[in-house]
């Protein structure tokens, strides 16, 4: 089977003909006739069909359906066994360190594996699958429209053995508290400060995680600056700074930001900014 070539209407005769006379001998004979329901009309339109298959060629012999049974039935093949979607892929997600993809704000699970790679969704009607490639990964059911922070998990994508625990607030917690009452404290606020606690997850480690960039000792001193400052649950936005111009160091330590130039003091009646020219300047002299 060959397509029709662009710009060669004669490609698409035999079509357009079959459309005509599919109009003539099925719609047009049908077309004073009234059909109560959709499978009356379904059994005349396939009453008719028959007819017009079964009708001989007027210059060859055979017909359409001797034709179809003879040289074309051989060679189709078996339906599918499932029937085609519809679906829309969605690329290059990645999966995060829970071992979890999201889509639609619902996490659902990958081979431990595939952790911090990006994946590809197939996304049905009913199905999220998860391709590496062409190699499908797993697949789970959609969640119910309107639901939100469900997690869908395969017990066979995560890996084996007791050093694997997924990651929730009170392993969170727990790691705040191997560092300090400040973190803590802080850790604590950032749940507080989320209707579900599953969305405070990934701000708390990104917090616990610059552990792995600075000591535990200068984590949890900027985490009592932080506590001290106007913002009521810091994150990681606000340590990261403090963490960088060494505010979290004892003020005896602290250097200063600026080096005065001039030791001493200025004059007393000097302003504090700008450029003065004085008074000579505006008296206009001989001007």
């Known amino acids: 089977m060959l397509p029709g070539r662009v710009r060669k209407p004669k490609d698409k005769a035999s079509v357009e003909n079959t459309v005509g006379n599919i109009a003539t001998q099925i719609i047009a004979a049908l077309r004073h006739r009234s059909f109560p329901s959709l499978p009356e009309l379904r059994e005349a339109i396939y009453e008719r ?23 074309e039935k051989v060679l189709l093949r078996p339906l599918p066994a499932v029937a085609y979607e519809i679906s829309r892929w969605v690329y290059g997600r990645r999966v995060r360190k829970d071992g979890h993809v999201v889509f639609e704000r619902n996490f659902y699970s990958v081979p431990y594996a595939y952790v911090g790679r990006g994946v590809d969704l197939r996304v049905t009607a009913t199905m999220v699958e998860v391709f590496d490639g062409d190699t499908r990964l797993t697949s ?56 579900v606690g599953e969305q405070g997850l990934d701000a708390a480690l990104a917090v616990l995680g610059l552990t792995r960039l600075f000591s535990a000792i200068r ?21 990261r700074p403090i963490l960088d111009t060494g505010q979290d160091a004892p003020p005896a330590r602290r250097r200063p930001r600026f080096e005065p130039s001039d030791p001493e003091p200025a004059s007393q009646g000097a302003p504090g900014f700008g450029f003065v020219r004085g008074a000579d300047y505006y008296a206009g002299g001989s001007r």
Do not use: C, Q
Not at 219 to 239: D, F, K, N, Q, T
């Open 219 to 239: 984590v949890e001193a900027a985490a009592g600056v932080a506590l001290a400052s106007e913002v009521r649950s810091p994150r990681y936005a606000h340590l």
């Open 49 to 71: 069909m028959d007819e017009y298959n079964a009708m001989p060629f007027e210059k060859r012999a055979g017909s359409r359906l001797a034709v179809f049974e003879a040289e």
């Open 140 to 195: 789970h059911l959609l969640a119910p429209a309107g639901v939100i922070n469900d997690h869908r998990t395969h017990d066979a994508d995560l890996p084996d053995g007791p050093r694997y625990r997924e990651w929730d607030a009170p392993r969170v917690r727990e790691w705040a508290g191997r560092i300090g009452e400040n973190i803590t404290v802080l850790v604590d606020r950032i749940f507080e400060s989320v209707p």
